[in-house]
């Protein structure tokens, strides 16, 4: 079955520090990528996906994240965080295989940025 | 625009009661998702409707969960009887149509706690 780790449960930056969370998800063939945002009392909302083309993707807010095909990979990356970056970040996948939309997520990681 | 409703927002049973879910999705979005989201984890997906139909119902435990869209808009999650392990949060989500192209948007989610 499809799965996606993140192995980051809890991270806690100083402001300006540099960001990565790691995401890596077992399947084959085609996917199609996600990292979500969930800020503190707010909806879980998109903050930038991968279909195909440039491995590099862009986001919202400063965010970028890295597909590498061989390593199963979509790390999320922010050179500088802000206070405000301060939320649950989820990875997810989804199969390339189907027409539907069923989306397989991570269990998260919390970030939190020190003043 | 109005975003994804929800309601209630808390709800707290005890084991082998009865609950019920609402959701409505943002005017014109064909396609409704309910997810189950437990502590630590990230959100799964329970049943998917595109309209009035069920696309995808495979991860919904059909023998104490149900789900309906009647009227292909909004739409009711019930458990009957409640068990101590759906304690979750459950997310409604909608999108314009199925697939990757079309984002979902989430409500902000229903706690419930089965004691």
């Known amino acids: 079955a499809q799965s996606v780790s993140q192995h980051n449960h809890h991270v806690i930056l100083s402001e300006a520090a540099s960001l990565e969370l790691g995401c890596n998800y077992s399947?084959?063939?085609?996917?199609?990528l996600f990292w979500y945002v969930q800020y503190p009392g707010q909806h879980l909302q998109l903050l930038l996906k991968?279909?195909?083309?440039?491995?590099l993707v862009k986001g919202i807010k400063g965010f970028e994240a890295e597909f590498i095909k061989s390593k199963f990979s979509f790390n999320l990356r922010k050179p500088s965080v802000q206070w405000s970056d301060t939320a649950e970040y989820f990875c997810a996948v989804m199969p390339g295989y189907s027409s539907a939309s069923k989306i397989i997520f991570g269990s998260g990681t919390r970030l939190s940025i020190r003043p | 625009e109005a975003g994804v409703a929800q309601s209630p927002r808390y709800k707290i049973i005890e084991k082998r009661q009865s609950v019920a879910f609402w959701c409505n999705p943002i005017?014109?979005?064909?396609?409704l998702y309910w997810y189950q989201q437990i502590l630590g984890q990230g959100p799964k997906l329970l049943i998917q409707?595109?309209?009035?139909?069920?696309?995808?119902d495979s991860q919904l435990p059909k023998d104490r969960f149900s789900a309906e869209r009647l009227k292909g808009v909004d739409s009711t999650l019930k458990i009957q009887p409640a068990k101590l392990e759906d304690s979750a949060v459950y997310l409604c989500a909608s999108s314009l149509g199925t697939g990757k192209n079309y984002e979902q948007y989430f409500g902000p989610g229903t706690r419930l706690t089965v004691t």
């Open positions: 409707f595109q309209n009035n139909g069920v696309v995808d």
């Open positions: 005017s014109g979005h064909a396609t």
């Open positions: 991968y279909f195909s083309g440039d491995p």
């Open positions: 399947y084959g063939g085609t996917v199609n």
